[in-house]
């Protein structure tokens, strides 16, 4: 109990008040779903609340190995998007009953990752003398830095599908269909058009289940995915280009950024 104590005033010294309180707020919740779900036997949510429990300290980890410091406003991002994507998300199936839910986290990862690879580049960029680099090129590293996460993150969604079996790509009803494979000697795109509702049957021709429309196996997510990632990079990418070219005039765009721990101090 007095180590629990000696860590939490640590994490108030080294870190924002507030983070910190919703650092310890949010992880109480994931600790209680996880007892929660190890009652009811959901050994797999079990092992989603471990994992969220991990990244929680991994910004922790990050600052004290790398002598750096997150902003609190990011801080608090990155524990409210882990919170909101495992625990809310997967957990309590806001991706299924909230509309929209996949595209403002999404939109926000699109943000914090700009943010990361902005500070990063940056950081390098104000270290060396060997080399300045222009803010055009340091907003377009760090929006190219945000594209790729979210690029390898859909990789690691579609190979969570295709091997493991979840649904991670969630899927979407579409009435249209425009395919060369209809028509493959001629090369000609064929279109369906007004589909109200698709059977499916088994190598028996066993009907299986009637689908409202075709279903669209997890592409319109992936592209979705995409777009707001790139909008969320793009919107710090113009933040960082800005504070770099007047820091006084567009400062809130340092507030959000990664530090060195002696820049914090001095």
């Known amino acids: 109990m007095k180590n629990l104590k000696k860590k939490i005033k640590q994490l108030y010294a ?29 050994f797999e949510h079990v092992l ?8 929680f300290a991994l ?9 750096i410091e997150f902003s609190s406003i990011i801080e608090i991002l990155i524990f409210l998007f882990i919170f909101s994507a495992e625990i809310l998300g997967e957990i309590n199936n806001f991706y299924v009953a909230i509309p929209f839910w996949d595209t403002i986290l999404h939109t926000i990862n699109g943000f914090l990752c700009g943010s990361i690879g902005f500070s990063l580049i940056y950081l390098l960029n104000k270290k060396t003398n060997l080399l300045q680099l222009s803010p055009i090129f340091v907003a377009l590293v760090s929006f190219c830095f945000s ?4 690029v390898c993150w859909e990789f ?18 579409i009435d249209v269909i425009k395919s060369v494979t209809l028509d493959p000697d001629t090369n000609r795109v064929i279109t369906i058009d007004g589909i109200d509702h698709v059977l499916l049957y088994d190598k028996n021709d066993q009907e299986l289940t009637k689908l409202n429309n075709y279903l669209d196996v997890g592409l319109y997510d992936t592209m979705n995915d995409l777009f707001v990632n790139f909008i969320g990079a793009a919107v710090f990418s113009v933040f960082g280009y ?7 005039k567009y400062k809130i765009a340092g507030d959000l950024m990664t530090k060195r721990k002696a820049d914090c101090n001095s």
């Open 14 to 42: 080294e870190n924002s008040k507030i983070s910190v309180f919703i650092y310890i707020l949010l992880r109480t919740l994931i600790i209680v779903c996880l007892i929660r779900e190890l009652m009811l036997g959901n």
């Open 48 to 55: 989603l609340c471990v994992l969220s429990l991990f990244l």
């Open 59 to 67: 910004p922790f980890f990050i600052e004290k190995k790398f002598k």
């Open 147 to 150: 594209m790729t996460i979210g």
């Open 156 to 173: 690691f969604e579609y190979g969570m599908d295709r091997f493991f079996g979840t649904d991670m790509q969630k899927d979407t009803y």
């Open 242 to 248: 800005l504070y770099i070219i007047n820091k006084e």
